[in-house]
């Protein structure tokens, strides 16, 4: 069993930015595919970023433009995803996903795919 927890989202103006973070409870993140998908209100969830943590490949949504860079931090043991340029469509629930057995490649963005999941954290980007 993997538990993720997401940390450090908020409130921010658009504009802004936010880093936000994903750990392991008690594991250390060594292989696997990392996921951030959001969940804007009312909305489906939708892929945002993924890392795969063998290869260093990733991948971004469309919506992304540049503006999202999805890294590993090894000293803290996480999967970050620094967010620049937020604006106010980025509001959502962000979630942060894992598969550490089955290979995903980054280049799947089907939230179903991903058998972890964190429990989200808001972001809401203010106009």
């Known amino acids: 069993q993997v538990q993720l927890v997401e940390s450090g989202g908020g409130l921010v103006q658009a504009g802004g930015s936010l880093r936000l973070s994903c750990a392991a409870s008690?594991?250390?993140?060594?292989?696997?595919?990392i996921g951030w998908f959001r969940q804007p209100p009312g909305k489906e969830r939708e892929f945002v970023s993924a890392?795969?943590?063998?290869?260093?490949?990733?991948h971004y949504g469309d919506f992304v433009k540049g503006r999202f860079t999805i890294f590993r931090d090894n000293a803290k043991n996480t999967v970050s995803l620094q967010m620049n340029s937020l604006k106010p469509e980025d509001t959502a629930v962000y979630y942060c996903?894992?598969?550490?057995?089955?290979?995903?490649?980054?280049?799947?963005?089907?939230?179903?795919?991903?058998?972890?999941w964190g429990q989200g954290t808001q972001v809401t980007v203010s106009s």
């Open positions: 890392l795969n943590l063998s290869d260093g490949s990733t």
């Open positions: 996903a894992a598969s550490v057995r089955s290979f995903i490649s980054v280049l799947d963005t089907t939230p179903q795919r991903y058998p972890y």
């Open positions: 008690g594991r250390a993140f060594t292989s696997g595919t």
